[in-house]
């Protein structure tokens, strides 16, 4: 099997409806020009799942000229409209369904989607964050089972896996923690996420080991506490770099988070993880 470098871009939370036109262009030009090998977009393609919305992010989508998978993020379900949200939650996906939780299969690489996005949480309300059910758990790992031994697997994911945050312990990411402990027991090479539109890379202690977790920036203006930014990851052999391009040219470092906050809300209380970078909106974005 051959194992040369794989080079790919990671963008996430485009949101159509509060999108950052100058980030998108820049974004789509950078993939014209330098052509990776494909585009991981892990969620949250609109801001309320509008029709208008979901037209012109997959009109976006479309013309990237680069195979490209896209996960489902939790602004991407329809929200005023109920019954589809219950019955028929992918419907707004059409032009772009082949794309939607599709499998990459590069040269001895795979890129695994893993659901977190439900239609509804029994367990709390609101259903913004994320759940790994038994049943997306077992796809993954089926899809994940179905590859030669060696091949390099990364899962993308919208939601990151932690399940509490650090801060009090309050539930984030439902079954996350035994998520991740068995995508470390099948030595899974990093978990690519959104929905923080801050970008990270950090490791997880699981019971089984080790687990690398990646997380995007947003391309939107809903800026948690970094400017836009997409991030590219370069893979040679078992080696993974994670570069968090932008336009502000923000050095990477600076660009990413020590820990994984609850949502994309700019930081408001002492003790929330921010950037080095520091730059924190005076005023919550809108969610409209
Ligand atoms: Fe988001
Ligand atoms: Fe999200």
């Given at each position: 099997?051959?194992?040369?470098?794989?080079?790919?871009?990671?963008?996430?939370?485009?949101?159509?409806?509060?999108?950052?036109?100058?980030?998108?262009?820049?974004?789509?030009?950078?993939?014209?020009?330098?052509?990776?090998?494909?585009?991981?977009?892990?969620?949250?393609?609109?801001?309320?799942?509008?029709h208008h919305e979901f037209r012109a992010a997959c009109d976006w989508i479309k013309a990237l000229d680069v195979p490209v998978t896209v996960e489902v993020g939790n602004h991407d379900i329809p929200y005023f409209n109920l019954y589809e949200r219950f019955f028929d939650p992918y419907k707004r996906f059409?032009?772009?369904?082949?794309?939607?939780?599709?499998?990459l299969d590069l040269p001895g690489l795979a890129?695994?989607?893993?659901?977190?996005?439900?239609?509804?949480?029994?367990?709390?309300f609101p259903w913004s964050n994320g759940w790994v059910t038994e049943k997306a758990l077992a796809e993954c790992l089926a899809a994940i089972d179905r590859h030669p031994v060696g091949t390099r697997i990364l899962v993308a994911a919208h939601h990151p896996l932690t399940e509490r945050r650090e801060r009090d312990g309050k539930l984030l990411?439902?079954?996350?923690?035994?998520?991740?402990e068995v995508l470390a027991k099948c030595r899974v090479m990093a978990v690519l996420s959104g929905h923080i539109h801050d970008p990270f890379d950090l490791?997880?202690?699981?019971?089984?080991?080790?687990?690398?977790?990646?997380?995007?920036?947003?391309?939107?203006?809903?800026?948690?506490?970094?400017?836009?930014?997409f991030n590219e990851i370069v893979i040679d052999g078992d080696d993974l770099r994670v570069e968090a391009r932008n336009l502000?040219?923000?050095?990477?470092?600076?660009?990413?988070?020590d820990q994984v906050p609850e949502n994309a809300l700019p930081p408001r209380l002492p003790g929330e993880p921010v950037a080095p970078i520091g730059t924190v909106p005076p005023v919550d974005p809108p969610v409209h």
């Amino acid at each position: 099997m051959r194992r040369g470098t794989i080079r790919l871009f990671h963008l996430s939370d485009i949101h159509f409806g509060l999108e950052d036109g100058r980030a998108l262009d820049w974004a789509r030009q950078c993939i014209a020009n330098e052509r990776p090998h494909a585009a991981i977009i892990t969620g949250d393609l609109t801001m309320r799942a509008r029709h208008h919305e979901f037209r012109a992010a997959c009109d976006w989508i479309k013309a990237l000229d680069v195979p490209v998978t896209v996960e489902v993020g939790n602004h991407d379900i329809p929200y005023f409209n109920l019954y589809e949200r219950f019955f028929d939650p992918y419907k707004r996906f059409k032009a772009i369904e082949r794309m939607v939780e599709s499998q990459l299969d590069l040269p001895g690489l795979a890129v695994v989607p893993l659901r977190t996005t439900t239609r509804a949480q029994y367990q709390r309300f609101p259903w913004s964050n994320g759940w790994v059910t038994e049943k997306a758990l077992a796809e993954c790992l089926a899809a994940i089972d179905r590859h030669p031994v060696g091949t390099r697997i990364l899962v993308a994911a919208h939601h990151p896996l932690t399940e509490r945050r650090e801060r009090d312990g309050k539930l984030l990411t439902i079954n996350g923690t035994r998520t991740m402990e068995v995508l470390a027991k099948c030595r899974v090479m990093a978990v690519l996420s959104g929905h923080i539109h801050d970008p990270f890379d950090l490791v997880a202690e699981t019971a089984a080991g080790p687990l690398r977790m990646i997380g995007a920036g947003t391309l939107s203006r809903r800026i948690r506490s970094t400017p836009p930014s997409f991030n590219e990851i370069v893979i040679d052999g078992d080696d993974l770099r994670v570069e968090a391009r932008n336009l502000a040219h923000v050095a990477t470092p600076d660009m990413q988070i020590d820990q994984v906050p609850e949502n994309a809300l700019p930081p408001r209380l002492p003790g929330e993880p921010v950037a080095p970078i520091g730059t924190v909106p005076p005023v919550d974005p809108p969610v409209h």
